[in-house]
């Protein structure tokens, strides 16, 4: 039959439904209506449904009709059919037993042969065990017979005799790995002696070959151990009867026995060793360019292996990290040593057998780097917390005002944290191995730094230990201590990236990346220390509008002055506007030379403020004076009326007149101040608010 879906008649055009919904393979009678009824309505869905169901009948009437005839032909040719199997089913059963019997009879001639191939093998492995165990004998004896040779002979006859040898043992190998279970004990007791026999003899030559500098005996020597599978034999004669005996000659030398011996001095003599001693194995085994003989590595398995061995067991104070200073030197150079070590391998590729080698981890674990590192910032850090202790004083400030102007920085505080930020990096504290932890600690005293500076702005300045029995303190330390302050922290910022510089030539994985994020890194750090000066400038305006706003408060004074004085019209400005801006003046003269931009910036924002606080005063004492002149007014037409007597004209200056002269003239002479100090007066914060509101006060 076809896999194809069934036709359905297709359904009107006017229903709320597609015929072809009903034969999907995740149809659903609960989405179908829930998915439909917000279309129509229900009763409209069932009308549509029975509409659909009629054309459905009369399709399946329709297929009945016109496949009736198939439908009765069918049926009428299944008559007889069970008859025509059961005819079947007994030849059938007959032919299925004769099938197993043939299945039977192969199986037990397969039995058959497999049993008698199995017997053939084994008659033909106890063959060759036999003759594997008369090679045995053979070779045994003539072994023995070869290994026991005169020792006088020549070196090169010996040479050849072990070659010999060598061959005539594997052979021997070889036959014993073929008749194991027909060997005796005492065979093999006598092999093993004959090849512990044969390794003695090529020990003795090999290590004459050594101190004889014979190159072609030597490079025949390590073929030798190759052919017997015995490298580490090679290595392990070397590292004991060559190297071992100079290291300890090395140790127990008269200078190395102190606590304060020169460590570099050591291994400077036991490098020596590989351009010595072993200066011929290793030209032979270790460089890919002059390579003769593969399998060997006299320098990590001989040569180093020794040497940590004996440091371990002889300088195993190096390790000790109480001592920071020492430790650091002996570290360095030990670090210097292995970087040495590493450089023999001309491939670097090949430098990390040494770097993998278990022994060479643990030897690197032994250095405490972790508790060095907290001594470290246990100096670091208590030397800076000691620094931000000191009480907020002009102690602090290092020389005068000149210092502003030089790159050095002028509070004691800042200097101890910028040179203990470069001392974590200097050559005498810094580690590679340590970077991430001394690259942290940097971060750390640069948060501390912004934290000390942040409360230093807004803590109270006490009285410095050099002004103590002194009558005459100086009252501005507090601005003093400010400005320094801030000119320290941006000479902070913009010494950091410099800074960077020196971190990044001292980072051990130098890339991109890292280098990228060091950089973002102290970019938050500048960003948050730069967050200081804003504070520092709104305690320096403080600090200036603090000194200057007590003389404006004389402004209120000034109607008194006048009111009924007969006071002569004035001229001249009042004494509160000169001692207002003077000290603005004064501050101006005394840093203007070293720090002119922010002097500037400071003077606007203060005189900016002064000027506000100066209208309020100036409109406060105008409103007061028309609201007294109003008054009075009133007075005297109720006395005129009571009294009869006409109004005249007034003659002269009135003082409230007068008072509002003096506003004017104030407020001239404190712009023209202003002017003075080189500040443009558009710069400055309701001034222009100020004029105006004492010339219209003036026209009333």
């Known amino acids: 039959m076809s896999d194809d879906k069934p036709s359905l008649p297709v359904a009107p055009k006017d229903l709320c439904f597609l ?67 059961n005819g079947l089913e007994i030849p059938l059963s007959q032919l299925r037993e004769e099938v197993m019997q043939i299945q039977q009879t192969l199986d037990d001639e397969i039995t058959i042969l497999s049993d008698s191939l199995t017997d053939d093998c084994q008659i033909k492995l106890q063959k060759q065990s036999l003759h594997s165990l008369q090679c045995v004998y053979k070779c045994l004896k003539k072994l023995s017979s070869m290994l026991s040779v005169d020792n006088y002979m020549e070196s090169f006859t010996k040479i050849d005799v072990l070659e010999q040898a060598t061959a005539e043992l594997n052979h021997l190998k070889f036959h014993i790995s073929r008749c194991k279970s027909d060997i005796s004990v005492d065979q093999q007791t006598e092999s093993k002696k004959l090849e512990d026999l044969l390794i003695i003899h090529l020990n003795e030559l090999f290590l004459a070959c050594i101190h004889e500098k014979d190159n072609n005996l030597l490079i025949r020597c390590l073929r030798i151990y190759i052919m017997l599978d015995n490298v580490t034999t090679a290595e392990s004669v070397v590292r004991r009867d060559v190297i071992s005996p100079i290291i300890n000659n090395i140790l127990q030398d008269e200078n190395s026995q102190t606590e304060s011996n020169n460590l570099q001095s050591i291994y ?67 670090m210097c040593f292995r970087k040495k070590l590493e450089e023999f391998y001309d491939v670097p590729e090949r430098g990390s057998i040494l770097k993998d080698h278990l022994q060479y981890k643990n030897f690197l674990k032994k250095w405490n780097l972790p508790v060095y590192f907290q001594i470290r910032f246990q100096e670091i850090a208590g030397t800076i917390e000691t620094a931000f202790k000191e009480p907020i004083s002009s102690d602090l400030i290092k020389g005068s005002a000149n210092t502003l102007m030089l790159e050095e920085f002028s509070l004691h505080t800042t200097c101890i944290v910028w040179n203990n930020l470069h001392r974590i990096w200097s050559e005498n504290i810094y580690l590679s191995q340590l970077f991430q932890e001394f690259w942290k600690l940097t971060l750390q005293v640069c ?114 002055l006048y009111r009924r004085t007969n006071r002569e019209v004035p001229t001249k400005p009042c004494a509160y506007v000169k001692n207002a801006l003077s000290f603005l003046s004064n501050f101006r003269n005394n840093y203007n030379d070293f720090v002119p931009k922010n002097v500037t910036t400071w003077l606007q924002l203060a005189l900016s403020l002064l000027t506000e606080r100066y209208l309020t005063s100036v409109t406060d004492v105008l409103t007061s004076v028309q609201k007294t002149e109003e008054s009075l007014r009133r ?22 007149e007068k008072i509002r002269i003096q506003l004017q003239i104030d407020v001239n002479a404190y712009s023209a101040t202003i002017t003075e100090l080189d500040i443009p007066v558009s710069n400055i914060s309701h001034l222009q608010e100020l004029s105006q509101a004492v010339e219209a006060a003036l026209k009333k």
């Open 19 to 85: 015929e072809h919904e009903f034969i999907q393979s995740n149809f659903n009678v609960d989405t179908f209506l829930q998915d439909h009824r917000k279309v129509v309505k229900l009763e409209t869905m069932r009308d549509d449904l029975g509409m659909y169901l009629k054309l459905l009948r009369s399709a399946m009437i329709d297929l009945i009709n016109r496949d009736y005839t198939d439908f009765v032909n069918l049926s009428s040719n299944l008559i007889g059919l069970d008859k025509a199997i």
């Open 268 to 334: 400077h003599r036991l490098l020596n060793i590989l351009s010595g001693e072993l200066k011929q194995l290793l030209d032979i085994t270790l460089y890919s360019n002059r390579i003769k003989v593969k399998g060997f590595n006299f320098l990590v398995n001989s040569f180093w292996i020794e040497i940590e061995e004996k440091i371990d067991q002889e300088l195993k104070y190096i390790f000790a990290p109480g001592n920071p200073e020492l430790f650091h030197k002996r570290y360095t150079e030990t």
């Open 447 to 560: 948060s501390r730094y912004q934290t000390w500076a942040c409360t230093a702005v807004k803590q109270k300045l006490q009285e410095s230990k050099k002004s103590k029995g002194i009558a005459n303190t100086n009252n501005n330390s507090k601005l003093d201590f400010l400005i320094h302050l801030y000119c320290d922290v941006e000479k902070f910022v913009n010494g950091l990236p410099n800074f960077l510089r020196i971190v990044q030539l001292k980072n051990p994985n130098q890339n991109s990346t890292t280098s990228k994020l060091l950089e973002d890194c102290l970019t938050e750090t500048s960003k948050s220390i730069n967050m200081i000066l804003p504070l520092t400038t709104e305690e320096i305006v403080n600090e200036l509008i603090t000194h200057c706003v007590t003389y404006l408060k004389q402004v209120s004074d000034i109607p008194r």
């Open 635 to 656: 007075l005297k037409r109720i006395r005129d009326k009571s009294t009869g007597v006409l109004p005249l004209d007034s003659q002269g200056i009135t003082d409230d």
